[in-house]
């Protein structure tokens, strides 16, 4: 029994350019998110859009193009919720295992195995390298009070005030030895 393997939806067969240099073939894509892309506060909304073109090389397969995605952020200071689009240029070269020395290995995720190649880690890389690393929802926002949470974008609160400062607090027992005893 002949049995298909489960095409993930990052699979693209590129028999009509593997070694042929100088053959390429535009690409306009609408995927899902990669299932295990993960960064804390960032939610990626699917569709990913990638447009761009595969390019057949000399060393495997080039694949350049522009990587759009819709963000669903949290403000790294304050919570409060962001979204954003972001784009990316993205160049990467894949390449057949077979085909390099032991010694130059294909990254993983780059391989084209069989006349085909799997975009889930350009996808992955992609959007790793365009999410913001610490979103925010203004220039200089104030945050949330770490004692009680108030948003102090928003209103303050008399926390500072109130709160004694465990610096001096241990010092207040202190009793430096003045020869008086
Ligand atoms: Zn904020
Ligand atoms: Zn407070």
């Excluded at 919720?81 to 390449?95: A, K």
Aim: proline share 6%; net charge negative.
């Amino acid at each position: 029994v002949l049995m298909t393997a489960v095409r993930s939806d990052h699979f693209l067969l590129v028999t009509d350019l593997v070694e042929r240099p100088g053959a390429s073939r535009k690409v306009d894509l609408a995927v899902p998110v990669p299932a295990d892309f993960d960064l804390p506060l960032t939610n990626v909304r699917d569709p990913l859009e990638f447009d761009g073109v595969i390019e057949s090389v000399v060393d495997g397969l080039l694949v350049r193009g522009r990587l759009r995605a819709g963000m669903r952020l949290a403000c790294c200071r304050c919570l409060r919720p962001l979204q954003r689009e972001t784009e990316r240029e993205v160049v990467e070269l894949f390449s057949d295992p077979e085909d390099r020395d032991a010694d130059d290995e294909v990254e993983a995720g780059y391989e084209i195995r069989e006349g085909a190649i799997e975009i889930s880690a350009l996808l992955r890389d992609a959007l790793s390298g365009a999410a913001p690393l610490q979103p925010l929802c203004q220039e200089g926002c104030r945050g949330l009070c770490a004692q009680c949470g108030t948003n102090l974008n928003e209103t303050s609160c008399d926390c500072a005030d109130i709160i004694p400062d465990s610096r001096w607090e241990a010092l207040r027992d202190l009793r430096l030895p003045d020869g008086r005893s």
